[in-house]
């Protein structure tokens, strides 16, 4: 296995495992060169070249797709969403960031439900994103949801309509990553949703305590 997937393996919490899906997600993104290696030798993951997606960006439009980045950071932002119940068990050894959604801070992370059935939730940052819910209830969908091509999947006031359409808040047009959605859909014999909501039942929020959503249930009852 290659680099990414060993960072992410060797702090895994012991009930957690890493979906086949995303370990071939990440054999992909190494083998494609989207990866940087930060000077603590941390090793960060893309869809796209960063240098492409710099020098594409303008105030109108951008190439690349959806902006994620991967990485095994651990759950160091736990201690906002969760307070001193951080290292609870019921919590850390359920619970586990992969991947940041947002430029605010918004993260994606593998969780573990009360069926012991493995799912990628959203943690909005708070300060931008309130997104708090079940992304989608496999890996296979996860990469099938970021195949869109939404800015960021962290704003989900954008999951009812297709990526640029005329109600987007965007306010930027952004190219879809044909490479990508070319080795999800030859890889995995799926197609790509034409919106979000296709995948994301039920885009809950933080502080919604009615919510049809498992993850966003299950974490407002660990804040009480």
């Known amino acids: 296995m290659g680099k990414l997937f060993d960072q992410l393996n060797a702090i895994l919490p012991t009930k957690l495992w890493i979906p086949d899906e995303l370990a071939m997600l990440y054999e992909w993104i190494e083998q494609q060169g989207h990866y940087q290696d930060l000077d603590d030798k941390q090793r960060i993951g893309f869809l796209y070249p960063q240098d492409k997606l710099e020098q594409s960006w303008t105030d109108e439009e951008r190439h690349g797709g959806t902006i994620i980045q991967f990485s095994a950071t651990a759950n160091d932002g736990l201690k906002y969403w969760f307070g001193r119940k951080e290292n609870d068990p019921q919590i850390s050894e359920r619970l586990f960031v992969f ?117 966003c249930r299950w974490a407002e009852k660990q804040c009480i």
């Open 99 to 215: 991947a940041r959604t947002g430029a605010e801070g918004s993260e994606a992370a593998l969780w573990l439900d009360d069926e012991d059935q493995l799912k990628i939730v959203h943690m909005g940052s708070g300060s931008g994103s309130i997104l708090s819910c079940v992304l989608a209830d496999n890996m296979v969908d996860f990469l099938r949801l970021m195949a869109i091509g939404y800015d960021e999947l962290c704003w989900n006031e954008e999951y009812p309509y297709p990526p640029n359409s005329p109600e987007s808040a965007s306010g930027i047009h952004i190219y879809p990553n044909k490479a990508y959605q070319q080795w999800v859909t030859s890889t995995f014999d799926v197609t790509i949703p034409n919106t979000a909501l296709e995948i994301v039942k039920y885009p809950a929020e933080i502080g919604d305590t009615n919510s049809e959503d498992p993850f």
